[in-house]
């Protein structure tokens, strides 16, 4: 029987690197792939060639931005098996996990039942009848977007929406009839709010959640 093959997220190489180790040295396991970000885990997953995912939750400290990985994920592979790993315990975050389609929760002081959790996620034994999994999961993106509808303002939605377009700066100014010191501010702040470094990357990030 073929091993079953694991993509591992974590952002501490440290304890990466000896969850790597733990795994292959299990008969049934290997990890095929690893990352250490949200953009390294999109850039390198690839679903045909995973059977089960190790996703961090917290890929950067307290953004909770392995749970937006996971949706990403999904959004690849509805089919995808991601088990969470982390050394939170507040019930909120855990419902949030399941919410994204995560099939599993675990704990990483609880490392050892790791294996087990994977070869059952593999047999589609989640924790979680599907159902329910998708039920969560649309009310979880349903306030998601509901929160970012709120996050930003209307004047930062059209800008976003003309960054989207493809306007420059210059042109946004002739637009909105703004300045462009204005037109900066707005998006340091929008940078700040959304957790990203570009205005690019905002703005595909708007668009994708419907805010424009």
Request: net charge negative; proline share 4%; with cysteine.
């Amino acid at each position: 029987m073929d091993p079953i093959r694991v993509f591992l997220v974590e952002d501490d190489p440290v304890w990466r690197k000896g969850l790597v180790d733990y795994l292959n040295n299990q008969p049934d396991l290997t990890v095929i792939g690893e990352a250490g970000t949200k953009e390294e885990a999109l850039e390198r997953f690839t679903p045909a060639d995973s059977d089960v995912v190790l996703m961090d939750i917290n890929l950067t400290e307290n953004n909770l931005d392995g749970i937006e990985t996971a949706i990403a994920f999904i959004q690849l592979q509805p089919e995808c098996k991601i088990i969470m790993l982390t050394s939170l315990t507040d019930e909120q975050v855990i419902v949030e996990s399941f919410s994204a389609g995560a099939v599993n929760y675990i704990s990483k002081s609880s490392f050892k039942e790791i294996p087990d959790a994977i070869r059952a996620a593999h047999a589609k034994q989640s924790a979680i009848h599907p159902t329910a999994a998708a039920a969560l999961r649309n009310e979880f993106l349903r306030l998601k977007n509901d929160e970012y509808q709120k996050l930003l303002s209307p004047a930062e939605k059209d800008i976003l929406q003309l960054i989207h377009q493809g306007q420059t700066q210059t042109q946004i100014e002739q637009s909105l009839h703004i300045t462009k010191r204005t037109i900066k501010n707005h998006i340091n702040r929008i940078l700040k709010k959304m957790g990203v470094k570009t205005s690019k990357e905002a703005a595909a990030k708007a668009s994708q959640r419907k805010l424009f």
